[in-house]
C-alpha cells in the first residue's frame, strides 16, 4: 500500500542547531506539505510544493526551509533551531489538479528543542 | 483573515448517543472540506472530503454537509462507540489556488461506555 513516512519519529536538539526532517511519499502525488502542530493554534502550514523544483511558503515559514529534488521527498530544514520551533511536525501528499483530493499524512515528527 | 473554527472543543457523550460536530469558515469561496480524524500521539486520518459543489457526503456512521452560503459544516456521528473517541479536525482548502489546508483546532470527543 502507498504511504507516507517521516523520519526521525522523535528528535531532541539544541537551540542553533541545524535540522533536517525527512518525508518520503510512495502515492507518486505531486504536492506536498509540511505542518507544525502546537496546543492553542492547530495546524499551520510552513511550505509546500507542487512538484520537482517547486517550493512555497506557507503561513509560519519564518526560519523554515524545503527542497524538492523528486516527487516522493520533501525534507524541512530548521535552520538555526529556536525553542519556539518545539512542535509536532507533519508531512501531508495529495494529487494535483483542480476541484479538489483528499490530503494523506504522515505520523508526525515530535522536534524538542532545548 | 480566513479561518475555521470548531465548535464545541470538547464533547463527552455516552455510547449509543447520535452526535453533531461543528464547523465554521470565515469566506464562503471554498474549492473543499475535509474532515479527519486524530487518535493522541498519531497521525490525521482522512474521513470525509466534500467538494464545494456538494451538499453532503457519507461514509458508514459519518455523514458531513456543507453549506457554503452560511460558512458552516457538520459532522455526524450516528450510534457513537468507545472506538469514535478521538480529536475531530475540520480543514478547508479555500478557493484562488492555494493547495494548502486551513485547520480548525479540533473537537476533542470523549464516548463513555
Known amino acids: 500500500d502507498a504511504e507516507i513516512t517521516q523520519s526521525p519519529r522523535h528528535k531532541i536538539t539544541e537551540t542553533g542547531r541545524q535540522v533536517t526532517l525527512a518525508c518520503h511519499q510512495t502515492?507518486?502525488?505531486?504536492?506536498m506539505f509540511w505542518y507544525r502542530q502546537d496546543l492553542g493554534h492547530g495546524l499551520r502550514l510552513i511550505h509546500y510544493?507542487?512538484?520537482?523544483?517547486?517550493?512555497n511558503k506557507g503561513e509560519v515559514s519564518d526560519g523554515y526551509s524545503v527542497s524538492r529534488s523528486n516527487t516522493e521527498d520533501l525534507p524541512l530544514t530548521l535552520e538555526s533551531a529556536a525553542s519556539s520551533q518545539t512542535s509536532v511536525y507533519f508531512c501531508a501528499s495529495s494529487e494535483s489538479g483542480t476541484g479538489g483530493r483528499s490530503a494523506f499524512f504522515g505520523q508526525g515528527t515530535r522536534l524538542t528543542v532545548v | 483573515k480566513q479561518e475555521v473554527t470548531q465548535i464545541p472543543a470538547a464533547l463527552s457523550v455516552p455510547e449509543g448517543e447520535n452526535l453533531v460536530l461543528n464547523c465554521s469558515f470565515t469566506?464562503?469561496?471554498?474549492?473543499?472540506l475535509q474532515w479527519f480524524r486524530q487518535d493522541p500521539g498519531k497521525g490525521l486520518t482522512s474521513l470525509l472530503l466534500?467538494?464545494?459543489s456538494q451538499r453532503e457526503q457519507t461514509s458508514g456512521r459519518l455523514n458531513a454537509s456543507l453549506d457554503k452560503s452560511s460558512g458552516r459544516s457538520t459532522l455526524y456521528i450516528a450510534a457513537s462507540q468507545p472506538g469514535d473517541s478521538a480529536t475531530y479536525l475540520c480543514?478547508?482548502?479555500w478557493g484562488g489556488g492555494a493547495d494548502g489546508l486551513t485547520f480548525g483546532k479540533g473537537t476533542h470527543l470523549i464516548i463513555q461506555p
Open positions: 469566506d464562503s469561496a471554498i474549492y473543499n
Open positions: 466534500i467538494q464545494s
Open positions: 480543514a478547508v482548502r
Open positions: 510544493s507542487y512538484g520537482v523544483q517547486d517550493t
Open positions: 502515492w507518486n502525488h505531486n504536492n
